[in-house]
């Protein structure tokens, strides 16, 4: 019913007249998209990459090498065409720690460690454990990447310079006042005028291009003082160069880097699985979750060799390509090889881009990701899936987006599992020949196993009871020991204990448990067995 519920009334953010089926041609006008749609990605990568450089403590290169050589691999190898990947900042403020004590040649290493890790996890096949994943926890981690995302922008609205960068993109600094300040909010308001206008008038340049074209141009047109890319820091330079992790080759190196590299792999894999998800939510895809885990792995490997930071999946800028158009992996490709050009040959004219265009992007991308029918619905479903949401929203925010799903996977696990221990039931009757059946109803497993005894009166019960299990089913060893413990009490009350409906599986269950003895006339051409008895500490089971 929640499900439901949440599927109904979620807001959805797709734009199915942009979906591209698998296997269409390519045409001038679907290749003019994509690649439109990569450059508007690679502008919006440009002050991301050097924020989160500046928040991992390393130079700005360092993340831009990453955003290049990550998103350009997993463009290629992934597993959902669409999804951009580059420097993160969840990944950034971990390994702002190591870089502290270590130094960055460590980090590479790490990086390094941290890709061949995913690519382990990608080859056994763990990505598939992303379904288990509630849509209560996708909801609230939609929300809560919303809400970041916003919250980083606003990083921009301080006086360059004085500038401290952080995991959210609040730190330090000096708020831009007085007219430097409406100048700023105006051309954010413009370029947000823009990308909202434009798909009402022509779709042959997408929206966001169009916003940073014209707000740009106007900016230097008419030489507006306002705080620009260049303002952050220069991103000029050289091909990334390879370069092997300058750090001794023994244990202890391993023993500082593997903490980094297995937090860095999981939560690497969890964003970008669940930007996977919700990009194939909005294209119709599905599958590629192992993919996509080996992709990172490889990405993150090489970036390492090549004076990277390493990366994973960026919900915001997959956002702004699909929203853009991108469905192919030309458009990530494309961005990837936007951002090189960028660093070799146009960083005069992209440090000119003014912050402010950027900021509006983002700020469209905030409204767009933010599932606001989520708001109304808290209402109408389960108590708990509305606690599961806004819990989520709020760990996204004040933590982390790895650490708010698993936190919202675990108690979406015990509401679950507190719900099923609650169902256990039994109806009692009497047969003709005086015996008491006790016909059970629900689960039984370690979190049922206690209401399961409490059903039972050994001291009132006649002489012979049965156990039907036709509507149980017994699921572990707690499950186990509670018959056992009933069985035991019946055998010192002197009273025979019957139990019926018992599936072979759950009779082998009991065979392997090894403190049960069981003695068994099923028939072996069907698939349910009858009448287990047991007798003097001899006990069938479910």
Known sequence: MARALL??????????????????????????????????????????????????????LVGLYAAFLVGLITA??????????????????????LVAQHGVEYLFAAVVLMGLIQVFAGVMHWGKFIRLVPHPVMLGFVNGLAIVIFLAQLTQFKVPGTMEATGHGMGGGEWLSGMPLYTMLGLVALTMLVIWAMPKI?????????GIGIVAAVVIGFGIDVPRVGDLATIKGGLPPFHIPMVPFNLETLQIILPYAVILAAIG??????????????????GGASQECIAQGVANTVTGFFGGMGGCAMIGQSMINVKSGGRTRIAGIAAALFLLSFILFASPLIEQIPLAALVGVMFMVVI????????????????????????????????????????????????????????????????????????VNGPLFFG???????????????????????????????????????????????????????????????????????????????QVAVDYSVRTGILGGH
């Open 7 to 60: 599927a109904r009334f979620a807001n959805r953010i797709e734009t199915p007249d942009l979906r591209i089926a698998p296997g269409s041609p390519l045409n001038a006008g679907r290749i003019r998209i994509e690649l439109l749609s990569g450059l508007t990605v690679a502008l919006a990568l440009v002050p991301e990459a050097v924020a989160f450089a500046f928040v991992a403590g390393v130079h700005p």
């Open 76 to 97: 290629v190898f992934g597993g959902r065409p669409g999804m951009i990947s580059g420097a993160t900042g969840a990944l950034a403020v971990v390994m702002v720690a």
């Open 202 to 210: 022509t779709r042959v340049v997408p929206a966001p291009l169009a």
């Open 269 to 286: 894999l969890i964003e970008s699985l669940l930007t996977l998800n919700l990009v194939g939510e909005m294209t119709g895809q599905r």
């Open 368 to 439: 767009g990701t933010f599932a606001w029918n989520s708001v109304r619905i808290l209402t109408r479903v389960p108590r708990m899936d509305a606690f599961v949401i806004l819990l989520v929203t709020v760990v996204t925010v004040m933590e982390d987006l790895a650490v708010a799903v698993v936190v919202g996977v675990i108690v979406s696990a015990l509401a679950y599992a507190w719900g099923n221990a609650t169902r256990i039931r039994a109806k009692t009757y009497t047969t003709p020949e005086g015996a008491k059946v006790y016909q």
């Open 448 to 526: 049922s196993s206690d209401g399961f005894t409490e059903l039972f009166d050994v001291e009132s019960d006649p002489s012979r009871v049965v156990v039907d299990f036709e509507d149980s089913r017994v699921v572990d060893q707690s499950a186990l020991q509670a018959i056992e413990a009933i069985a035991g009490k019946y055998e010192a009350a002197g009273k025979q204990l019957q139990l019926r409906h018992l599936s072979r599986d759950c009779h082998q269950l009991l065979k392997k448990a090894g403190h049960l003895m069981v003695d068994s006339d099923d028939d072996p051409d069907y």
